[in-house]
């Protein structure tokens, strides 16, 4: 089975900096693309920053300037560095992983458990 592990997270205050990782393990055949999101309570979970297999980066337009993520194909790992936080960067940030666990089995997405980040003014 797959399991996708966050740390990193925790309280900062306004104007400070965080930075999340995300490691995959199990059965994992291929990794393709990887990425962020975040819930805040009565929200949906919107994505925050993506990152393909060949490095080529989204961000919404509420991190852009701000966030920046990067992945380690070799650890399976994905990393989101936040700089400038504000408080309405408060949220629960999950991690997820697109990728295939065996050569048979067809692409799929994986989420973490979450990650609490919390930014005070």
């Known amino acids: 089975q797959v399991q996708l592990v966050e740390s990193g997270g925790g309280l900062v205050q306004a104007g400070g900096s965080l930075r999340l990782s995300c490691a995959a393990s199990?059965?994992?055949?291929?990794?393709?693309?990887m990425g962020w999101y975040r819930q805040a309570p009565g929200k949906q979970r919107d994505v925050v920053a993506t990152i393909t297999s060949g490095g080529t980066t989204n961000y919404a337009d509420s991190v852009k300037g701000r966030f920046t993520i990067s992945r380690d194909n070799a650890k399976k790992m994905v990393y989101l560095q936040m700089n400038s936080l504000k408080p309405e960067d408060t949220a629960v940030y999950y991690c997820n992983v697109a990728l295939r666990s065996r050569s048979w089995t067809p692409e799929r997405s994986y989420w973490g458990q979450g990650t609490q980040v919390t930014v005070s003014s």
């Open positions: 199990g059965n994992i055949f291929s990794v393709n693309s």
